[in-house]
């Protein structure tokens, strides 16, 4: 996560996209590419952070754990 620390904050406040994404390199690269050959700019910020085709993976949070059997009892 971009927030984090303060200079990666000042990464925000410029405009780079990425924040809370868990995508290798290679396939930011790629999705950004295609974004902007297919979308107008202002589309491709926001469709670069939602999972489209299954590029991002899905935040766990801790509300999926219930009910999960403890290995450690």
Same mark, same amino acid.
């Given at each position: 996560?971009l927030? !984090?620390? @303060? /200079?990666?904050r000042?990464?925000?406040?410029?405009? !780079?996209?990425?924040n @809370?994404?868990?995508?290798?390199? @290679?396939?930011?690269f790629?999705?950004?590419?295609?974004?902007?050959? /297919?979308?107008?700019?202002?589309? !491709?910020?926001?469709?670069?952070?939602?999972?489209?085709?299954? @590029?991002?993976?899905?935040?766990?949070?801790?509300?999926?754990?219930?009910?999960?059997?403890?290995? /450690?009892?």
């Open positions: 996560m927030t !984090v620390y @303060e /200079n990666q000042s990464l925000l406040d410029i405009g !780079v996209l990425g @809370e994404s868990d995508m290798i390199p @290679e396939t930011a790629i999705k950004l590419a295609w974004l902007l050959s /297919n979308y107008k700019q202002e589309d !491709v910020c926001r469709l670069y952070g939602q999972n489209l085709r299954g @590029e991002i993976s899905e935040r766990i949070t801790s509300d999926m754990f219930d009910g999960a059997i403890n290995l /450690n009892t």
